[in-house]
């Protein structure tokens, strides 16, 4: 029998698990706005005179595809595209896709369109004092906060995410490969991509759930969202660290690779073989390592305290919803194996780019 006290804490728990991921958010974005000078001059040494012109072809035709598939013009065709192919074969499926697709975009042009004017920060390319300028209403080249290509595009893949669950990888690449291209053709700081793709993803999410469910929808998507940011805090963190190797960070950073290493080992046998090791062990406590061992390879304690407000939030959904609902059940290996790649090309990354990024 379930005490009062008990449905109290129950009730309680959507909260602190929204509070979590929520500060953790704020606390990713804080530390992520002092890379966006640094990171916009580098951005800037790849460019000709022309700052839209990147000396390599690769990232260039990434910056010129990601551009034209992140328009509005675009968008537009994608919603056109599901509604016609909806109403002509009958599908009431991707009817709605069209609608929900079409109504995000909307939302999220509009949302932005706001914001980008009521706050008004200087595109990266009038950027001249070394730092973010911010001129309320000021105009063409003062709307860089947030990033409309961003945000629209990461309503409209949220969107496509959950009606077409099959193809949400591919869409979610795309949205990227759009955010991507804002960083590299220097229309964009960092952060503004990373408010952009938050509040589209938020936006999406609201959308394509009924109105009931919006607190339910948001802290998913909340959950969906902070774990990548939190790894894209620790690249950033370490790539922008001084390329010293002190003993300390030395230390920290091989105990951190350890970890993941027993962790991703440990991951691998609860899927295949959980037998072999102790009940006491699950997938999240084998996830909670991993990000461990991410935090020492970090070597920071900001990045440890986001990290740690993450595991938490899962953990406490996993006391909310339960572990099946959390983590499912066993995903298909392909999955798994983007996971551990994933997890593997990001501690690698942290070693080698230690100190690559001049922060001066």
Known sequence: MV????????????YLLLACCGLALLLTFVRLIEFDAPLTRFIRSLNDFHIDHLHNPWLAQLSDVGNEVGRGESLLLVNGVLLAAG???????????????????????????????????????????????????GGAGWDSFPSGHSMATFAVAAVLAVRFPKVRWLVILWALTVSVSRLFRASHFLTDIVAGAV??????????????????????????????????????????????QGRTVTILSQSGLLIVLVAMTAYVLLRVRPDMLPTSLTTMGAVALIGLGVAL????LWVAAVILLVCLAYWLNTQYNGQATTIGSHPPWPYEAAFGLAVLLTIFTMIELRGALPMG
């Open 297 to 300: 390879c970090s070597v920071s």
């Open 199 to 244: 509040f589209g993803v938020l936006i999406g999410a609201i959308v394509a759930h009924p109105w009931e469910d919006r607190f339910a929808s948001v802290t998913s998507a909340l959950m969906t969202v902070t774990p990548p940011l939190a790894v894209v805090l620790a690249l950033m963190t370490t790539i922008g660290q001084s390329p010293s």
């Open 87 to 137: 109403y002509i074969l009958g599908r009431a499926s991707l009817k709605r896709a069209g609608w929900e697709t079409l109504i995000a975009h909307l939302v999220a042009g509009g949302v932005n369109t706001a914001l980008k004017h009521l706050i008004g920060r200087a595109r990266p390319k009038f950027m001249h004092t070394g730092k973010s300028e911010f001129f309320p209403f």
């Open 3 to 14: 005490t009062p006290r008990e449905q109290g804490a129950g009730r309680l728990l959507p």
